[in-house]
C-alpha cells in the first residue's frame, strides 16, 4: 500500500520542458493573444488579456494532464467516481497557477508588461454550478484527491445557466440569469468523440424467454466537457467531466410529411433544456420532471463511460479487452453525492443486465459492492420521493427494477422481524399512496439498500441518522453507517485566500501543513510568542482594512475597520436563523438609542446569501435585513458603533475576499438541523472565532479546539426534541427577555413594528 507521499510523487514527469520562466511565459502570452485570440495590444480588451492569460496557464497543465491520465490506464488502479449533481467550482485561474507553482512567475511577467494580474483574475465567471455547501464539498473533494494522488474521476451537468445571480433592489432579492459561458470557458475541452446516447420514456416488452426489453425511447445525447483539476505540487491532474445535453442529429420522418423544417429544428431545443438551468432550490425536494430528467441524464452517461473505461485497460484503447464484471467492484467505486444520483442504482443494474446479460444476482451483488451514499440532510422536507406516476412514464424500465430490489428486500426485513408489519412499511423503498398523495419511491431507501456504506457529514448528523431518520436500517445493517465529517481545502481556503497569513505559518513551521493539516498544530508551542501574535494581528487588520475598503467601493458603505467583523454568510434559510442574528443587531440598535453613550465595542454585521426563488420566508428575511440596515447605517446617534452590510450575490470568489477577514464566524443553526456547515471551518482556518450551537461539526471542532477557543450556546439536539414535545410557545420566550418584549411596544425605534406598519402601508 502506498504511503500519500509516495504516491504523490509516483509519477514521472521528465521530458515535460520545464518552462517556469518569467520570458517563456511572456511569449507564451503573446503569442496566445496573436494566434488564440486574434488580437493585437493596441485593440485587445481586458477580458482578451485575460483569456490569453489563461490558455498560457493552460499550457502548463496539458503534458501533467496527459501524462496522468496515461498513468492511470497503464497501471490500471481502483478508480473513484464522485457523481454529483452539482460543482460549485468558482474560478479556476489562481488556484490553477498555485497548484502547479508558477503564481509568482506569471505575476512578474504581467507586471513586465504592464498589466495588473489581480484586475485580470477579477474577469473570470465563477463557476456557479452548486447551490451552496454540497456543491462547494463536491468541488474541495476534488481538490484534495488530485492532490492526494488519487486516481478519481469528478461527474456533473454542464449547466448552461448556474445559480442566479442575485441582485438586491429596494432591499429584496431579485434574480438574474448567470449566463458564465456567455464569453466561453477557456478551462474546458469538449470530447464528442465520447457523446453518448441516453433515453427516456418508451415502454417495456417482454421477449420469447421473459426477459425485458426498454423500446420506443426518446434519445438526447450526452456531450463531455473536461475540467481539468490539478493537485497541488505533484505534477497530478485530474478530470472534471461535465455533460450537456444535445439533440439527435436526425429528424423524425413526420417532420418531413408535414414539410415543417423550421419547427423540428426548434423542437430540438427541448432536448437540450436538460441540462439549461441548475435547479436553485437547496434542502427542498422539488418533484418536477425536468429535475428527474437531469439526475437521470447525469447518470445514464456516467455509467456508460465508467464501464467503458473498465472494459478498456489499456491507454488509447477503445475495443473491448475485459468482460469479467466480477472484478467492476475492485476497479470502480462510486460515491453519490446525496440521493440526487440515486436513480444511478436501477441503471446500473438495467445496463448489467439487460446490455451485458449478467443474471439479477450477479448484477445486484457488483452494484452493492460498488456503490456507496453520503447522506446530506436530516430535513424531511429535502429528501427525495419521486412519484411512481413520473418514473413510470420516463424511465419504466428503472421503476420495474425498483419494484424487484424493494420486493427482495421486503423479504429479507419479513424473514428478519416476522409479522411486523409496521417497520415494513416505514422501511419500504415503495411508499403507498396516503390520504394526500400517490405511490413514491423514496431515494434514500434505495440507496440505503443498494450501496455497501452509507455515511453522514458529521459525527452528530451521522449519530442522528443511525438513531433517527434511519434507525429501522440501522437494525437491519449495523455496520452500513459511518460517519465521514466534511472538510475544505486549505489549498484555496487559506494559501489561496490569505495568502499573508500562510506566510506567516510557513516562516514559523514550513510549508507542510498545505498538505497535512495536522502539522499547524506545532503552533501550539508559539502561542505565547509575542512577535507572531503581533504578525497574525496585523494580517488580520490588513485584511479587515482590504474588505473595509471594498465595501467603501462596492455598497457606499463607510465602516470601522478597527471595529469587530461579525460575519453570517450561508443560504438564506430558516433553520440558519438569519433571522436570529438580525434580532440581535435590532436589540443592540435599541440599546444605543437608549443611552447614545453607551461603552461598546464597535461592530459590523455582515450578511450574505441566496434565498430559493421560490422562498417567501427567505426572501422575507433579507428584506428586513436591508431594511434594518437602511435605518441603522443612517443614524447619527450610532455612527460607527453599529454598521449593517448585506452582499450582494454571495458566491465563492467573494467568499475568498471576505472570509479572512472575519473577526467572527456565525453558525447559529438550530441544533440537530445543519447536517455539518463547512464554512465554519473556513472561518476558523483564517482565525475567525466561532459563536454557534453545537450543531454539525460545530461539536467536533469545540472538542478539538477546547470551549475556552469558541463561544457556544444555545439548546442542544436533546433539548430542543423536548422543547418540541412539550409545545414551542414564542410568548414564553419574548416574555422572559426585555430586549425582545421591547419589539412588541410601540417606541420610536421599535424596528420590527416600524418595518410592519411600512410594509402594511405599501
Same mark, same amino acid.
Request: aromatic share 10%; hydrophobic share 40%; proline share 4%.
Given at each position: 500500500?502506498?504511503?500519500?507521499?509516495?504516491?504523490?510523487?509516483?509519477?514521472?514527469?521528465?521530458?515535460?520542458?520545464?518552462?517556469?520562466?518569467?520570458?517563456?511565459?511572456?511569449?507564451?502570452?503573446?503569442?496566445?493573444?496573436?494566434?488564440?485570440?486574434?488580437?493585437?495590444?493596441?485593440?485587445?480588451?481586458?477580458?482578451?488579456?485575460?483569456?490569453?492569460?489563461?490558455?498560457?496557464?493552460?499550457?502548463?497543465?496539458?503534458?501533467?494532464?496527459?501524462?496522468?491520465?496515461?498513468?492511470?490506464?497503464?497501471?490500471?488502479?481502483?478508480?473513484?467516481?464522485?457523481?454529483?449533481?452539482?460543482?460549485?467550482?468558482?474560478?479556476?485561474?489562481?488556484?490553477?497557477?498555485?497548484?502547479?507553482?508558477?503564481?509568482?512567475?506569471?505575476?512578474?511577467?504581467?507586471?513586465?508588461?504592464?498589466?495588473?494580474?489581480?484586475?485580470?483574475?477579477?474577469?473570470?465567471?465563477?463557476?456557479?454550478?452548486?447551490?451552496?455547501?454540497?456543491?462547494?464539498?463536491?468541488?474541495?473533494?476534488?481538490?484534495?484527491?488530485?492532490?492526494?494522488?488519487?486516481?478519481?474521476?469528478?461527474?456533473?451537468?454542464?449547466?448552461?445557466?448556474?445559480?442566479?445571480?442575485?441582485?438586491?433592489?429596494?432591499?429584496?432579492?431579485?434574480?438574474?440569469?448567470?449566463?458564465?459561458?456567455?464569453?466561453?470557458?477557456?478551462?474546458?475541452?469538449?470530447?464528442?468523440?465520447?457523446?453518448?446516447?441516453?433515453?427516456?420514456?418508451?415502454?417495456?416488452?417482454?421477449?420469447?424467454?421473459?426477459?425485458?426489453?426498454?423500446?420506443?425511447?426518446?434519445?438526447?445525447?450526452?456531450?463531455?466537457?473536461?475540467?481539468?483539476?490539478?493537485?497541488?505540487?505533484?505534477?497530478?491532474?485530474?478530470?472534471?467531466?461535465?455533460?450537456?445535453?444535445?439533440?439527435?442529429?436526425?429528424?423524425?420522418?413526420?417532420?418531413?410529411?408535414?414539410?415543417?423544417?423550421?419547427?423540428?429544428?426548434?423542437?430540438?431545443?427541448?432536448?437540450?433544456?436538460?441540462?439549461?438551468?441548475?435547479?436553485?432550490?437547496?434542502?427542498?425536494?422539488?418533484?418536477?420532471?425536468?429535475?428527474?430528467?437531469?439526475?437521470?441524464?447525469?447518470?445514464?452517461?456516467?455509467?456508460?463511460?465508467?464501464?467503458?473505461?473498465?472494459?478498456?485497460?489499456?491507454?488509447?484503447?477503445?475495443?473491448?479487452?475485459?468482460?469479467?464484471?466480477?472484478?467492476?467492484?475492485?476497479?470502480?467505486?462510486?460515491?453519490?453525492?446525496?440521493?440526487?444520483?440515486?436513480?444511478?442504482?436501477?441503471?446500473?443494474?438495467?445496463?448489467?443486465?439487460?446490455?451485458?446479460?449478467?443474471?439479477?444476482?450477479?448484477?445486484?451483488?457488483?452494484?452493492?459492492?460498488?456503490?456507496?451514499?453520503?447522506?446530506?440532510?436530516?430535513?424531511?422536507?429535502?429528501?427525495?420521493?419521486?412519484?411512481?406516476?413520473?418514473?413510470?412514464?420516463?424511465?419504466?424500465?428503472?421503476?420495474?427494477?425498483?419494484?424487484?430490489?424493494?420486493?427482495?428486500?421486503?423479504?429479507?426485513?419479513?424473514?428478519?422481524?416476522?409479522?411486523?408489519?409496521?417497520?415494513?412499511?416505514?422501511?419500504?423503498?415503495?411508499?403507498?399512496?396516503?390520504?394526500?398523495?400517490?405511490?413514491?419511491?423514496?431515494?434514500?431507501?434505495?440507496?440505503?439498500?443498494?450501496?455497501?456504506?452509507?455515511?453522514?457529514?458529521?459525527?452528530?448528523?451521522?449519530?442522528?441518522?443511525?438513531?433517527?431518520?434511519?434507525?429501522?436500517?440501522?437494525?437491519?445493517?449495523?455496520?452500513?453507517?459511518?460517519?465521514?465529517?466534511?472538510?475544505?481545502?486549505?489549498?484555496?481556503?487559506?494559501?489561496?485566500?490569505?495568502?499573508?497569513?500562510?506566510?506567516?505559518?510557513?516562516?514559523?513551521?514550513?510549508?507542510?501543513?498545505?498538505?497535512?493539516?495536522?502539522?499547524?498544530?506545532?503552533?501550539?508551542?508559539?502561542?505565547?510568542?509575542?512577535?507572531?501574535?503581533?504578525?497574525?494581528?496585523?494580517?488580520?487588520?490588513?485584511?479587515?482594512?482590504?474588505?473595509?475598503?471594498?465595501?467603501?467601493?462596492?455598497?457606499?458603505?463607510?465602516?470601522?475597520?478597527?471595529?469587530?467583523?461579525?460575519?453570517?454568510?450561508?443560504?438564506?434559510?430558516?433553520?440558519?436563523?438569519?433571522?436570529?442574528?438580525?434580532?440581535?443587531?435590532?436589540?443592540?440598535?435599541?440599546?444605543?438609542?437608549?443611552?447614545?453613550?453607551?461603552?461598546?465595542?464597535?461592530?459590523?454585521?455582515?450578511?450574505?446569501?441566496?434565498?430559493?426563488?421560490?422562498?417567501?420566508?427567505?426572501?422575507?428575511?433579507?428584506?428586513?435585513?436591508?431594511?434594518?440596515?437602511?435605518?441603522?447605517? =443612517?443614524?447619527? @446617534?450610532? %455612527?460607527?458603533?453599529?454598521?449593517? #452590510?448585506?452582499?450582494?450575490?454571495? !458566491?465563492?470568489?467573494? *467568499? +475568498?475576499?471576505?472570509?479572512?477577514?472575519?473577526?467572527?464566524?456565525?453558525?447559529?443553526?438550530?441544533?440537530?438541523?445543519?447536517?455539518?456547515?463547512?464554512?465554519?471551518?473556513?472561518?476558523?482556518?483564517?482565525?475567525?472565532?466561532?459563536?454557534?450551537?453545537?450543531?454539525?461539526?460545530?461539536?467536533?471542532?469545540?472538542?478539538?479546539?477546547?470551549?475556552? =477557543?469558541?463561544? @457556544?450556546? %444555545?439548546?442542544?439536539?436533546?433539548? #430542543?426534541?423536548?422543547?418540541?414535545? !412539550?409545545?414551542?410557545? *414564542? +410568548?414564553?420566550?419574548?416574555?422572559?427577555?426585555?430586549?425582545?418584549?421591547?419589539?412588541?411596544?410601540?417606541?420610536?425605534?421599535?424596528?420590527?413594528?416600524?418595518?410592519?406598519?411600512?410594509?402594511?402601508?405599501?
Amino acid at each position: 500500500m502506498l504511503t500519500d507521499h509516495e504516491r504523490r510523487k509516483q509519477i514521472s514527469v521528465r521530458g515535460i520542458a520545464q518552462v517556469e520562466n518569467v520570458s517563456n511565459i511572456k511569449k507564451a502570452f503573446n503569442r496566445h493573444l496573436h494566434f488564440s485570440i486574434i488580437k493585437d495590444r493596441n485593440v485587445a480588451t481586458p477580458r482578451d488579456y485575460y483569456f490569453a492569460l489563461a490558455n498560457t496557464v493552460r499550457d502548463h497543465l496539458v503534458s501533467r494532464w496527459i501524462r496522468t491520465q496515461q498513468y492511470y490506464y497503464e497501471k490500471d488502479p481502483k478508480r473513484v467516481y464522485y457523481l454529483s449533481l452539482e460543482f460549485y467550482m468558482g474560478r479556476t485561474l489562481s488556484n490553477t497557477m498555485m497548484n502547479i507553482g508558477i503564481q509568482a512567475t506569471v505575476d512578474e511577467a504581467l507586471y513586465q508588461l504592464g498589466l495588473d494580474i489581480e484586475e485580470l483574475q477579477e474577469i473570470e465567471e465563477d463557476a456557479g454550478l452548486g447551490n451552496g455547501g454540497l456543491g462547494r464539498l463536491a468541488a474541495c473533494f476534488l481538490d484534495s484527491m488530485a492532490t492526494l494522488g488519487l486516481p478519481a474521476y469528478g461527474y456533473g451537468l454542464r449547466y448552461e445557466y448556474g445559480i442566479f445571480k442575485q441582485l438586491i433592489r429596494d432591499g429584496w432579492q431579485m434574480e438574474e440569469p448567470d449566463d458564465w459561458l456567455r464569453f466561453g470557458n477557456p478551462w474546458e475541452k469538449a470530447r464528442p468523440e465520447y457523446m453518448l446516447p441516453v433515453n427516456f420514456f418508451g415502454k417495456v416488452v417482454k421477449d420469447e424467454d421473459g426477459k425485458s426489453k426498454w423500446v420506443d425511447t426518446q434519445v438526447v445525447f450526452a456531450m463531455p466537457y473536461d475540467t481539468p483539476v490539478p493537485g497541488y505540487h505533484n505534477n497530478v491532474v485530474n478530470t472534471l467531466r461535465l455533460w450537456s445535453a444535445k439533440a439527435e442529429n436526425h429528424f423524425h420522418l413526420k417532420f418531413f410529411n408535414d414539410g415543417d423544417y423550421v419547427q423540428a429544428v426548434m423542437d430540438r431545443n427541448l432536448s437540450e433544456n436538460i441540462t439549461r438551468v441548475l435547479y436553485p432550490n437547496d434542502n427542498m425536494f422539488i418533484g418536477k420532471e425536468l429535475r428527474l430528467k437531469q439526475q437521470y441524464f447525469l447518470v445514464a452517461a456516467t455509467l456508460q463511460d465508467i464501464i467503458r473505461r473498465f472494459k478498456s485497460s489499456k491507454y488509447g484503447s477503445r475495443e473491448a479487452v475485459r468482460a469479467d464484471f466480477s472484478t467492476f467492484p475492485d476497479k470502480v467505486a462510486i460515491q453519490l453525492n446525496d440521493t440526487h444520483p440515486s436513480i444511478g442504482i436501477p441503471e446500473m443494474m438495467r445496463l448489467l443486465i439487460d446490455v451485458e446479460n449478467l443474471t439479477w444476482e450477479e448484477a445486484y451483488d457488483v452494484c452493492t459492492k460498488t456503490y456507496a451514499y453520503t447522506n446530506h440532510t436530516l430535513l424531511p422536507e429535502a429528501l427525495e420521493r419521486w412519484p411512481v406516476s413520473m418514473l413510470e412514464q420516463m424511465l419504466p424500465r428503472h421503476l420495474e427494477i425498483i419494484y424487484q430490489i424493494n420486493q427482495q428486500f421486503m423479504e429479507a426485513v419479513g424473514k428478519k422481524y416476522p409479522g411486523d408489519f409496521d417497520r415494513m412499511r416505514r422501511m419500504s423503498i415503495v411508499e403507498e399512496a396516503d390520504g394526500h398523495g400517490e405511490k413514491r419511491i423514496n431515494m434514500a431507501h434505495l440507496c440505503i439498500v443498494a450501496s455497501h456504506a452509507v455515511n453522514g457529514v458529521a459525527a452528530l448528523h451521522s449519530d442522528l441518522l443511525m438513531t433517527q431518520t434511519f434507525r429501522d436500517f440501522h437494525e437491519f445493517y449495523p455496520g452500513k453507517f459511518q460517519n465521514k465529517t466534511n472538510g475544505i481545502t486549505p489549498r484555496r481556503w487559506l494559501l489561496l485566500s490569505n495568502p499573508a497569513l500562510a506566510d506567516v505559518i510557513c516562516e514559523r513551521i514550513g510549508d507542510t501543513w498545505i498538505t497535512n493539516l495536522d502539522e499547524l498544530k506545532q503552533l501550539k508551542a508559539l502561542d505565547n510568542n509575542a512577535q507572531l501574535l503581533d504578525q497574525i494581528r496585523r494580517v488580520k487588520q490588513e485584511n479587515k482594512m482590504r474588505v473595509a475598503q471594498y465595501l467603501a467601493d462596492e455598497y457606499k458603505v463607510e465602516i470601522n475597520p478597527s471595529s469587530i467583523f461579525d460575519i453570517h454568510v450561508k443560504r438564506i434559510h430558516e433553520y440558519k436563523r438569519q433571522l436570529l442574528n438580525i434580532l440581535h443587531v435590532i436589540a443592540l440598535y435599541n440599546r444605543i438609542k437608549a443611552n447614545p453613550n453607551i461603552k461598546m465595542v464597535p461592530r459590523t454585521m455582515i450578511y450574505g446569501g441566496k434565498a430559493a426563488p421560490g422562498y417567501h420566508m427567505a426572501k422575507q428575511i433579507i428584506k428586513l435585513i436591508t431594511s434594518v440596515g437602511n435605518v441603522v447605517n =443612517n443614524d447619527p @446617534i450610532v %455612527g460607527d458603533k453599529l454598521k449593517v #452590510v448585506y452582499l450582494e450575490n454571495y !458566491r465563492v470568489s467573494m *467568499a +475568498e475576499k471576505i472570509i479572512p477577514a472575519a473577526d467572527l464566524s456565525e453558525q447559529i443553526s438550530t441544533a440537530g438541523t445543519e447536517a455539518s456547515g463547512t464554512g465554519n471551518m473556513k472561518f476558523m482556518l483564517n482565525g475567525g472565532l466561532t459563536i454557534g450551537t453545537l450543531d454539525g461539526a460545530n461539536v467536533e471542532m469545540a472538542e478539538e479546539m477546547g470551549n475556552e =477557543n469558541i463561544f @457556544i450556546f %444555545g439548546m442542544n439536539v436533546e433539548e #430542543v426534541e423536548a422543547l418540541g414535545k !412539550r409545545g414551542y410557545k *414564542a +410568548e414564553e420566550f419574548i416574555n422572559k427577555s426585555p430586549a425582545l418584549k421591547q419589539f412588541n411596544e410601540p417606541p420610536e425605534f421599535n424596528l420590527p413594528k416600524q418595518m410592519a406598519i411600512a410594509n402594511a402601508r405599501r
